[in-house]
């Protein structure tokens, strides 16, 4: 199976930081990387789909980048909305979540 | 607008069954892979099973395997999960997730999802 980590696995940072997030799979995935956002409470919503395609009705401060085994997610500029934790995903065999990032307010 | 419900939750014994509906519409259902995708209390997504647009491709983790069988009816917009002899590792709030597409394995992550259903598993 391939595993998927996350790094930072929780941060603090304020409105308008750029902020990112980093995925590696144990092995190569090639562009088969999905990132999901999701709220307390909430279902998780997919915002960056096949490693750096947008998702529509995503904001564009969201982008993605990386294959192989090595991924990122950005947000340009943090947003009130935008604390949550985040989650990458792989579909390349059988699917499997990395363990989340939680982004909080500092 | 494309709506998933999910059904059939509840609280079950060790060792017993539960079935899991969840009821499609907004979207033309026989054209996506569905997923069910769990998460227990306070930690992390898991994906539980898949299942192409036409039922060719069925994938489980390794966790229900054998346990666990993921069905549709494309007739009655539906998917199901049959849950067999589950344990409290099981206990989760259960989503339903549509696929960008019709196949297990592409390019693409999961667009929609439903609410979930809540599974406990206790004696």
């Known amino acids: 199976d391939i595993q998927m980590t996350q790094s930072p696995s929780s941060l603090s940072a304020s409105v308008g930081d750029r902020v990112t997030i980093t995925c590696r799979a144990s092995?190569?995935?090639?562009?088969?990387l999905n990132w999901y956002q999701q709220k307390p409470g909430k279902a998780p919503k997919l915002l960056i789909y096949a490693a750096s395609s947008l998702q529509s009705g995503v904001p564009s401060r969201f982008s993605g980048s990386g294959s192989g085994t090595d991924f990122t997610l950005t947000i340009s500029s943090l947003q009130p909305e935008d604390f949550a934790t985040y989650y990458c995903q792989q579909s390349y065999s059988t699917p499997g979540f990395g363990p989340g990032t939680k982004v909080d307010i500092k | 607008e494309v709506q998933l419900v999910e059904s059939g939750g509840g609280l079950v014994q060790p060792g017993r069954s539960l079935r899991l509906s969840c009821a499609a519409s907004?979207?033309?259902?026989?054209?996506?892979?569905m997923h069910w995708v769990r998460q227990a209390p306070g930690k992390g997504l898991e994906w539980v099973s898949g299942i192409s647009w036409n039922s060719g491709s069925i994938g489980y983790a390794d966790s229900v395997k054998g346990r666990f069988t993921i069905s549709r009816d494309n007739a009655k917009n539906s998917l199901y999960l049959q849950m067999n002899s589950l344990r409290a590792e099981d206990t989760a709030l259960y989503y339903c997730?549509?696929?960008?597409?019709?196949?297990?394995?592409?390019?693409?992550?999961?667009?929609?999802w439903g609410q979930g259903t809540l599974v406990t598993v206790s004696s």
């Open positions: 997730a549509k696929d960008l597409g019709p196949l297990l394995r592409q390019r693409g992550g999961f667009d929609y």
């Open positions: 907004g979207f033309t259902f026989d054209d996506y892979a």
């Open positions: 092995q190569s995935i090639s562009s088969y």
